[in-house]
């Protein structure tokens, strides 16, 4: 069966970055897929940071690999997924959504083990974001097992975030 | 219904597109979309932003990205249901939620509480605030650039 899948890399911010907004780069991670899509097996992509650590020993984050795969449902990745996920509900032109870009790049990247991080276009899969209730947006759901087991909404920083994900992952333990 | 989402240990996005390198675009806030609003619609909705803001006393965000997006994200939904409804909200039926205007912009909740999640309007006791009350059609152009 013919799978198709784009792969994109995304560099990761400094993580020296401070959380000051004067100057962020905002990006929604879009890469093509124009042909014919068919359920697959998640595939785990594992992001080393071999050969990317400098010798001085300066934090040097590893380019973010995304790849574009399909599910019949988000239940289907949920299920498939061996870590707690967190999902991201946004629309194209929401303001905050679109803040949190780079932050959830830097929120994975840290959190790389603990988690996995997906995005959800609430214009492009509506039912979804109906099942969910989801109203304001962006809206945050971390998924333990397949459940929703924490949701919040609105924009915030990358410390913050990470703070709410390890604290609601302690709590499920 | 196939759900065609972008996985990786990061995180997945919904919406197809091409991508491209961000190293050389730190600065730069990029959205890619589909459909632009109209430069009409903009520029009317960047207007009203700047006279109500004025009008409440509240300032945007210290990131004028945020506000490029809302703008136009304003001007989407003036363009495509005829008035200005809040772009950062999932709607059952967008077209009844326009005609019956509780989320119109100025929505309910800025208009009674000065609440207004899309981080456009800001009051000045807000983290995100910044000073301005302005932003020229450059700025938002700029701000969301396709590349």
Redesign the interface.
């Known amino acids: 069966m013919a799978v198709s899948v784009s792969a994109?890399?995304?560099?990761s911010l400094n993580s020296g970055l401070s959380n000051?907004?004067?100057?962020?780069?905002?990006?929604?991670?879009?890469?093509?897929?124009?042909s014919l899509?068919f359920?697959l097996q998640?595939r785990?992509?594992?992001?080393g940071t071999a050969g990317l650590c400098s010798p001085s020993g300066a934090r040097v984050l590893p380019l973010?690999?995304?790849?574009?795969?399909?599910?019949?449902?988000?239940d289907?990745?949920l299920s498939n997924s061996d870590k707690p996920v967190?999902v991201?509900?946004y629309?194209?032109?929401?303001?905050?959504?679109?803040?949190m870009a780079p932050v959830?790049?830097e929120v994975?990247?840290q959190l790389?083990d603990k988690i996995?991080?997906?995005?959800?276009?609430?214009e492009?899969?509506?039912?979804?974001?109906?099942k969910y209730r989801?109203?304001?947006?962006?809206t945050f759901i971390i998924f333990k097992d397949g459940e929703p087991c924490d949701r919040f909404?609105?924009?915030l920083a990358a410390d913050q975030l990470i703070q709410r994900i390890e604290n609601s992952l302690k709590v499920k333990q | 219904m196939t759900l065609q989402a972008q996985a990786s240990s990061s995180f997945t996005i919904g919406i197809p597109s091409f991508t491209s390198p961000l190293g050389r675009s730190r600065h730069r806030f990029v959205v890619r979309a589909q459909v632009e609003p109209s430069e009409k619609a903009v520029e009317i909705m960047r207007k009203f932003s700047e006279q109500y803001a004025r009008k409440s006393g509240t300032y945007f965000c210290v990131d004028k990205g945020v506000t490029s997006v809302v703008i136009k994200g304003l001007a989407d939904h003036k363009d495509s249901l005829g008035a200005p409804l809040c772009p950062c909200r999932h709607y059952d039926d967008k077209a009844a939620e326009a005609g019956q205007g509780f989320w119109n912009c100025p929505c309910v909740p800025m208009r009674e509480r000065k609440e207004c999640h899309c981080m456009l309007f800001l009051t000045p006791d807000n983290d995100f605030a910044g000073k301005e009350q302005v932003i020229s059609l450059d700025e938002i152009r700029e701000a969301t650039a396709n590349m």
């Open positions: 994109s890399t995304i560099a000051r907004l004067a100057t962020s780069s905002y990006s929604s991670n879009l890469s093509s897929s124009s899509q359920p998640l785990r992509v594992r992001i973010v690999k995304a790849k574009n795969q399909t599910f019949s449902s988000l289907d990745l967190l991201d509900f629309a194209t032109w929401c303001g905050p959504c679109q803040f959830l790049n994975a990247s790389k996995q991080v997906v995005k959800i276009d609430t492009k899969y509506p039912s979804i974001a109906d989801i109203e304001a947006l962006p909404e609105g924009a």
